[in-house]
């Protein structure tokens, strides 16, 4: 089945340092992904759609010059959360559109301290 | 606005009982439908979808969700639990006709006891 990968699973940071996290389609093509931040005990709340080629599509209150999208090619797409803070630790989910199916990451945990 | 309500944030089930876990949803259009499962260190996974036509849907692991337009229902069922059916569950509804975006209700975490 179709798999997707993030990378790191787990990173710490210091307040206001950048973190970068990867998100890979691993044998399929998505012209689309999309970019999950879940806190704990909580839903999944969709903060971005990334189309490769094109600026991302950023849902609303979320600050997209904190959380830069990139989706350069079809199999890869990245969030930089800039100047992290606190605040900023939780899980973050990305996905991959493959037709009409939507394949999630396992989720990469990032904690601020 | 579209929304996804899981009444249930916690269920706790013996194993070999059944399950069923709720789902509500508010859309203004033919609702896409859909069961997550999530277990620690694993991505989500589907458990089964619901875009047309019978509105009993039948999906991996056992699993069956009913559409009920009547009721804006999509519930998640399971005649026998297993062990390994501990996880979370979300329900989700496709917030688009072809966006791909999905809004997700709370979950529900299931507990299973032997």
Known sequence: ?113 | AQSVTQPDIHITVSEGASLELRCNYSYGATPYLFWYVQSPGQGLQLLLKYFSGDTLVQGIKGFEAEFKRSQSSFNLRKPSVHWSDAAEYFCAVGAGSNTGKLIFGQGTTLQVKP
Request: a positive charge; glycine letters at 6%.
């Open chain 1, 1 to 113: 089945g179709a798999v997707v990968s993030q990378h790191p699973s787990r990173v710490i940071c210091k307040s206001g340092t950048s973190v970068k996290i990867e998100c890979r389609s691993l044998d399929f093509q998505a012209t689309t992904m999309f970019w999950y931040r879940q806190f704990p005990k909580q839903s999944l709340m969709l903060m971005a759609t990334s189309n490769e080629g094109s600026k991302a599509t950023y849902e609303q209150g979320v600050e997209k010059d904190k959380f830069l999208i990139n989706h350069a090619s079809l199999t890869l797409s990245t969030l930089t959360v800039t100047s992290a803070h606190p605040e900023d630790s939780s899980f973050y989910i990305c996905s991959a559109r493959a037709t009409a199916e939507q394949y999630f990451g396992p989720g990469t945990r990032l904690t601020v301290t």
